[in-house]
């Protein structure tokens, strides 16, 4: 069974990371469905860095400067532009597909895999350092939701912003720097896809975790301790699933489809049966008018 | 106004912004081509010759087109009654293998097996379209995320189950196979007429489907009633429009066209449900639609742009770009038409321009 904790906590920090960022941007109030591509963004940038400087750690902040670098993309339209925020976010996953296929074509000379790169160290246990960062990260941002001044300020944005705006609150700059600290934290996610999992950058990436992330985030209400917890149970199912596979026969593998299926079904029924009672941010994904009506 | 409901309305103005942001998009890339130190005007010349030059470019770029003009209509369905599908990616795959099974299970001769196999392919797609829509309805789940989730779903039933064991051609052993599933009888083949291309029948069956569907928007009641709906369920429901029955019926549509692309590529290209099977189309869908001003004589324009660039894109090999090119040219026009309040001067000014001093505006 350890083995399996010790998977659980090998794969969860990018979803966990993720799903993180999601909550900050959503609990502001702009919807974020790019995470798909700022985690793309972030899981190249990083193999990119580390790379060429020879070090992993400058290679997650690379991967955690370029996602800070698309959310500027999808801040600047969603909010200077007032853009339909699921259209800006699906147009940065499009952007990132693409975008990050050439940039591997150009830089590596490959489409399938960058070459290996420096990666993560581990301690004794065969941990790296964002398998703790993805345990400590929820509690500190829980932490900074409930009990800080800030994080009142942020969810009042997200809740209301014309009553915030009133309170004195730059609901703009604020919901700008939360879209742009989600970025920062789906790249983190990326590159420790990249950088700290792989150890090198392929062309499939985040092979969906994004959007895994976003399922996580619905599924944990929107809060920082519920979305992490929902990412580490997904994770979890994830690595039920490989375990399972593992002692399957090459028969039996054929069901494999049935049991990777399982994690999405099941966050499914338990989203319908549950979902009455979940409600996102009041104003979450409207654009703000300031001289609009509140 | 949000984008949303500015498109729910028949709309003009997106017709400039989509030519301009496809435009844009050609011009954003070439430049990233020649800054990357390939041979741009080369590449694009192969681009457009790959596209248009001749009756099989020209056949590639018909079978592309149809699916995406087929996916496109699905999302700009959905968007009609105010919903985000992104589930074409599930419901195109199921019905691709609903058209492979029924190609295969069905001995009728080909005027009967062709129209049951697509219909089987369209009530796949329908199935797996109406989910997400009752589940939004009537326990109020988000469909960004049921559909994505239902796309894995699928995705994994299909591709790691169903085409993988049951369903898998016979012969192959106790391996897992990579080959796919039976192939389809001869009589479910889409017919060719062209030797040399492979145009075939996909695209009049989808530009058929958009004017089918443009027709259910804009003259019948149904789709008056849809309409409504997304512009405003409350006051759709206060004035007596069943919001919840019309919402699930549009997604179904919705669903059952992304199936109905789904069959084209078996009956038309695969002509099985192959081993590997090229996803994507179903996401395109979405930027097809939302280039295409989410009209459905938008959308068969940008769906037939978008196909030529994909039929195109191959040839950039030959200068030494990944094909996956096109997906970036598409994700840039996309990113530029999300935000149509880039453009407002100067669509102004073209309005302006294109319009008699003294007409209304």
């Known amino acids: 069974m350890s083995a399996g904790l010790s998977g659980v906590l090998e794969f969860a920090p990018p979803l966990v990371l993720a799903a ?39 290679g997650l902040a690379c991967g955690a400067l370029a996602g800070a670098a698309a959310a500027s993309a999808h801040a600047l339209l969603a909010l200077r532009y007032r853009a339909d925020q699921v259209v800006s976010g699906i147009a940065l996953n499009l952007v990132a597909l693409g975008l990050v296929t050439f940039l591997l074509e150009t830089t590596f000379g490959s489409s399938g895999v960058s070459p290996p790169v420096p990666s993560l160290p581990r301690d004794a246990s065969g941990r ?87 399922a996580a985030m619905v599924f944990g209400r929107w809060t920082p ?12 199912t994830d690595a039920f699933q490989r375990q399972l596979s593992f002692s399957l026969h090459a028969a039996d593998l054929r069901l494999q489809g049935i049991f990777l299926a399982l994690p999405y ?29 509140p | 106004m949000k984008l949303r409901d500015r498109l729910v309305a028949p709309a003009r103005d997106p017709l400039w912004s989509a030519a301009f942001a496809v435009l844009a998009a050609l011009a ?56 985000f599908n992104i589930g074409g990616e599930g419901q195109l795959i199921w019905g691709a293998l609903a058209a492979a099974v029924a190609g295969r299970a069905l001995d009728l001769p080909a005027p009967l097996l062709v129209p049951a196999a697509l ?95 443009w027709f259910l928007l804009t003259r019948l009641r149904l789709g008056f009633e849809w309409r409504a709906v997304g512009a405003g369920a409350g006051a759709a429901q206060a004035s007596g429009i069943p919001t919840r029955l019309r919402v699930c019926q549009a997604m179904a549509l919705s669903g059952a066209l992304a199936g109905l692309a789904g069959g084209l590529l078996v009956l038309g290209t695969e002509h099985r ?21 989410v009209t ?33 040219i598409q994700g840039i026009a996309v990113l530029l038409v999300a935000a149509p309040r880039l453009f407002a001067p100067l669509l102004v000014r073209l309005r302006a321009i294109s319009r008699p001093p003294g007409a209304a505006p």
């Open chain 1, 20 to 58: 993180l960022g999601g909550v900050l941007s959503e609990r502001a109030g702009v919807v974020n469905i790019g995470l798909e591509g700022m985690m793309r963004f972030g899981a190249f940038a990083a193999a990119v860095g580390a790379f060429f400087t020879g070090s992993p750690w400058l």
């Open chain 1, 128 to 214: 790296t350092a964002v398998a703790w960062v993805a345990l400590a990260l929820p509690a500190l941002l829980h932490f900074a939701f409930t009990r800080t001044a800030l994080g009142l300020r942020i969810r009042a944005t997200g809740e209301n912003p014309h009553a915030a705006a009133t309170a004195g609150v730059r609901v703009l700059r604020l919901r700008a720097s939360c879209v742009l600290g989600s970025g920062v934290l789906a790249g983190l996610g990326g590159a420790a896809l990249s950088v700290g999992i792989v150890g090198q950058f392929d062309a499939r990436m985040p092979a969906g975790e994004g959007f895994m992330a976003l």
């Open chain 1, 225 to 236: 301790l519920g979305a992490a917890g929902a990412a580490f149970f997904f994770a979890a």
């Open chain 1, 265 to 293: 079904a099941l966050t499914l029924l338990l989203l319908a049966a549950g979902a009455g009672r979940i409600r996102a941010p009041a104003a979450d994904g409207v654009p703000y008018d300031p001289e609009g009506r």
């Open chain 2, 28 to 83: 954003v890339s070439f430049a990233a081509v020649l800054a990357s130190g390939k041979n741009a005007p080369l590449g694009f010349a192969y681009l457009f010759q790959g596209a248009l030059g001749g009756p099989g470019p020209l056949g590639e770029t018909a079978v592309k087109s149809s699916v995406l003009i087929l996916t496109g209509l699905s999302v700009a369905v959905a968007f009609t009654v105010g919903l």
């Open chain 2, 119 to 213: 219909l089987a392919a369209a009530a796949a797609g329908a199935a797996w379209g109406f989910i997400p829509g009752a589940l939004k309805m009537y326990r109020g789940v988000h469909e960004v995320i049921s559909t994505i989730l239902l796309n894995w779903i699928a995705i994994h039933l299909v591709h790691g189950w169903l085409v993988a064991g049951p369903l898998a051609a016979r012969g192959s052993g106790s391996s897992v196979s990579m080959a796919g599933t039976d192939p389809i009888r001869a009589a479910a083949w889409l017919p060719r007429p062209i030797a040399g291309s492979r145009l075939d029948l996909g695209l009049p069956i989808a530009v058929a489907c958009a004017a089918a569907v």
């Open chain 2, 273 to 293: 449900y192959p081993g590997v099977f090229r996803t994507g189309y179903g996401f395109d869908g979405i930027a097809v639609a939302l280039v295409g001003g």
């Open chain 2, 296 to 328: 459905a004589p938008g959308v068969v324009a940008s769906g037939i742009v978008f196909g030529a660039l994909r039929a195109g894109a191959t040839r950039l090999q030959l200068v030494g770009i990944h094909p996956s090119f096109a997906e970036l």
